[in-house]
């Protein structure tokens, strides 16, 4: 079975402050797909990034930026410079393809709660 | 355009009455998938739907939760004989294809009494 895993629960910054969401997953898939979703407040996942197993170069967006280690599983996000406005929960989620039947589901860590203080 | 919408987006029934929630997803999307959301379990994945192929249904928790999607578009699921244990924010999301990024809608929230 496929896994994520978010060790930091809650983390807590003060604005300015540059912060990294740690992600590590399990999976026997050669080809799999990783995502991060941003949960605000308001309660809606919004999408941030997908990666595909065979593309390993970092990603930067913005203050947003996602590092990829294959070798050690890891797919960490850092956002440089936080603002109040990133206080959210955010969730890293693998994509399992499930049976032979083409069908495919997102298995999500626990999330980690992102408090940016001003 | 128009993002995953779904309604209600609260429901409060007493255990055991029947519900429905619906999930119109964004126009174009071929594949449809509903997750539900608690404090205990995290996401959890619940059903999937893609184009006219029969619906992968490995992750209902029981024969009481059922979905149909009519039409290749709006979906709906439903939960019999409610439990309190169903309250939950069940979310909808709708992706391109396979593997495609998955876009949520707002989640309905599900209060059993």
């Known amino acids: 079975a496929q896994k994520v895993t978010q060790a930091q629960t809650e983390i807590s910054v003060v604005e300015k402050e540059d912060v990294t969401l740690d992600c590590v997953y399990e999976t026997r898939d050669t080809t799999y797909y990783l995502f991060w979703y941003k949960q605000p407040p308001s309660g809606e996942l919004v999408f941030l990034i997908r990666r595909n197993s065979f593309d390993e170069q970092n990603e930067i967006s913005g203050r947003y930026s996602w590092n990829f280690q294959k070798s050690t599983s890891s797919f960490n996000f850092t956002i440089t410079a936080s603002q109040v406005v990133d206080s959210a929960v955010y969730f890293c989620?693998?994509?399992?393809?499930?049976?032979?039947?083409?069908?495919?589901?997102?298995?999500f860590g626990k999330g980690t709660k992102l408090t940016v203080n001003p | 355009g128009a993002g995953v919408s779904q309604s209600p987006s609260n429901k409060v029934t007493e255990k055991g009455k029947d519900v429905e929630l619906r999930c119109d997803p964004i126009?174009?999307?071929?594949?449809l998938y509903w997750y539900r959301q608690s404090l205990g379990q995290g996401l959890e994945f619940l059903i999937y739907f893609q184009g006219n192929s029969a619906p992968d249904k490995s992750g209902l928790p029981s024969d009481r939760f059922s979905a149909e999607r009519t039409g290749g578009s709006v979906s709906t699921l439903t939960i019999q004989r409610t439990q309190q244990e169903d309250s939950a924010v069940y979310l909808c999301?709708?992706?391109?294809?396979?593997?495609?990024?998955?876009?949520f809608g707002p989640g309905t929230r599900l209060t059993v009494l």
């Open positions: 989620a693998l994509s399992e393809a499930i049976g032979k039947g083409g069908s495919e589901k997102l298995v």
């Open positions: 999301a709708s992706s391109l294809g396979w593997r495609d990024e998955q876009f």
């Open positions: 126009s174009g999307h071929t594949a």
